[in-house]
């Protein structure tokens, strides 16, 4: 009998948060697990270098960056858009966990999704309540809700102290993305 899976909630405004799951993610597959990261509002003109590598060296992996574009950066999306696109992806996530029988689920980002509306909080934390007894989930993203929080087992906030951003520095190639 496998373990009972837990719920981590990874969060804060420093750096590391989608780092910290995708170690969790690369000790599971290490030992066989099946593994599905789920990305929401990750834009789809960048090149993400985890998502490449992850590509080369686990086949196995499902890694699926769903395109849920924010109105604040693409002025042709509407937030009525977005919820729809939101709600469809979560849906097309849990299908998948339901289907391939996975072990470990990363939501990546789905924080930000919960703090500002662009999904019904309790659709989320009712499949938390419900999920498979074994299935693993890690939630990652700034501002966290209370009620998520409240159901997590583990609860882990990044802090930021110093950040490179804060002194003009831009974005880098394989360290931030």
Sequence with gaps: MSAKGLIHVYTGEGKGKSTAAFGLVIRALGHKKKVAIFSFLKDSKTKYGEMEAFARLFPELIYIRFEN????????????GLKKSVDESFEKALE????????????????ICMKYGYIDNNKVLDFLKNKPEELEVVITGRDAVEELINIADYVTEMRMIKHPYNRGIKARKGIEF
């Design 69 to 80: 574009a924010s109105p604040l950066f693409d002025k042709n999306v509407t937030m009525e």
């Design 96 to 111: 998948i966990i339901k289907e391939k029988n996975i072990e470990l689920a990363v939501f990546d980002e789905l924080n």
